[in-house]
């Protein structure tokens, strides 16, 4: 069965420090990706996905970055943490042709202090 | 580019009433449909989904959800809510295989006791 991987589950980082989160699929090969964030009252916003190893989509700019090293590893960063950047990020994927409805990950909640 | 509403920010219920979370969405041609779920402190998990067929879809823990084409519509329904439905609720689209996810803002549905 296909599992979906992503940690840590909480974190708390200084204004101006770096951010690495990494999402790992299991069980299924060239799934498409995605990074959300769930800011407080405001649902769900998609920041990036991709559809495959070094294709990534950014729907909203700002100061985070995305990667896919692997065919199932997402990752989601940042140079230098923003007060703003704090909430609760999701990874989800969807397995394209075939199975499109979404998975996600547990989910990190990042404070920036 | 496409949207979802859904109509409510926070609805507050008592045990044994019914419940209509209401979900519209902006793209006239085929789409998927679905409502997510995610009780305190828990990952997103998928209630129910619609992709053809009978337009009015059975999901779990008793919720059920009404495709109205004309209406661009896809609301929630639940005949009697319990304490444990408390969570908050993101109605979805995607217009099909390997197209992404656009999510509405969320309701969050409080029971009272």
């Known amino acids: 069965s296909q599992t979906i991987h992503q940690w840590p589950a909480t974190l708390v980082q200084p204004v101006g420090s770096p951010l690495s989160l990494e999402c790992t699929v299991e069980?299924?090969?060239?799934?498409?990706l995605y990074w959300y964030r769930q800011a407080a009252g405001r649902g769900l916003q998609l920041l990036f996905y991709?559809?495959?190893?070094?294709?990534i989509s950014s729907e909203v700019p700002q100061n985070l970055s995305a990667s896919r090293p692997q065919d199932r590893q997402f990752i989601l960063s940042s140079k230098k943490l923003l007060l703003s950047d704090s909430g609760f990020y999701l990874c989800?994927?969807?397995?394209?042709?075939?199975?499109?409805?979404?998975?996600f990950g547990q989910g990190t909640r990042l404070t920036v202090v | 580019a496409q949207s979802v509403s859904q109509h409510n920010h926070h609805v507050i219920l008592s045990e044994a009433a019914s419940l209509e979370l209401g979900c519209n969405y902006s793209?006239?041609?085929?789409?998927?449909l679905f409502w997510y779920v995610q009780y305190p402190g828990q990952h997103l998990q998928l209630l129910l989904k619609?992709?053809?067929?009978?337009?009015l879809v059975k999901g779990i823990k008793g919720f059920e959800a009404e495709f109205i084409k004309s209406k661009f519509s896809f609301n929630l329904r639940k005949p009697s809510v319990q304490w444990s439905d408390t969570a908050e609720y993101f109605c979805?689209?995607?217009?099909?295989?390997?197209?992404?996810?656009?999510f509405g803002p969320g309701t969050r549905l409080s029971v009272l006791p």
């Open positions: 793209y006239g041609g085929t789409v998927n």
């Open positions: 619609y992709f053809s067929g009978d337009p």
């Open positions: 069980g299924t090969s060239n799934p498409n």
């Open positions: 989800a994927w969807d397995g394209g042709q075939g199975a499109p409805e979404a998975f």
């Open positions: 979805a689209v995607t217009l099909g295989y390997g197209q992404n996810f656009v």
């Open positions: 991709s559809v495959g190893i070094g294709q």
